[in-house]
């Protein structure tokens, strides 16, 4: 019997615009079991990228209650919180979100400013992030000689280096062309193939195909594909 990751029940969240209030997220349960693989499909604006940051711990819902593991996310800290991120979930963007001024490895490094390891493990981590990604001949160029496949497994290679219980993607092949897409997509069939958990969100049908469970998110709300 599988292990439940994170249960999240009537999560709500609203935001404030133009002097209104635009309910995001609308009162959404979800299950993920460790060694999961769900894809979120949803158009722009459904909420769908918001619950990826309350489930990462970067945004707080307005009511709802939400566990990752044993740990009731809704009542820690902010400290608490940044220590969760730190040692439990590697973020994955579209943007990418590299530092130009740091080569590759220091890039993958940089989740160690907030999670406390040893210096020697810290460097075994950081090689074997990189070679997982096969970016080993590539470790000291910077993100501006590498082509937007190569960054994106450098943000992959990142959020890894802290051997995460959770992986969550959000547009994470939005900004790349189909070769690199497929590319991206079967390095996280891999991960996930190794009992990585994934929860990614995504518009295109195409890229949700290689996710074991796709929910589709409307108007705030979340249905089983």
Known sequence: MKT?????RKIRKNYVLGGGEIEVV???DLDVSAGDFVSIMGTSGSGKSTLLHILGGLARPDSGSYLLGAKDMLTLSDDELSWV????VGFVFQTFDLLAELDVRDNVAL???YHHALPDDRERRVDAAIDRVGLGHRQRHRPMELSGGEMQR???ARALVIAPKLILA???TGNLDTRNSNEILHLFKELNDTGTTI???THDHQVASYSKKIMIMEDGLLSVS
Not at 4 to 8: E, I, N, R, T
Not at 85 to 88: E, G, I, S, V
């Open 170 to 172: 959000d547009e994470p």
């Open 85 to 88: 991120r730190a040692h439990w």
């Open 26 to 28: 609308r009162g959404i």
């Open 199 to 201: 929860v990614m969100v």
């Open 111 to 113: 989740p160690f400013l």
């Open 154 to 156: 450098v943000a992959i």
């Open 4 to 8: 439940m990751l994170l249960q999240a």
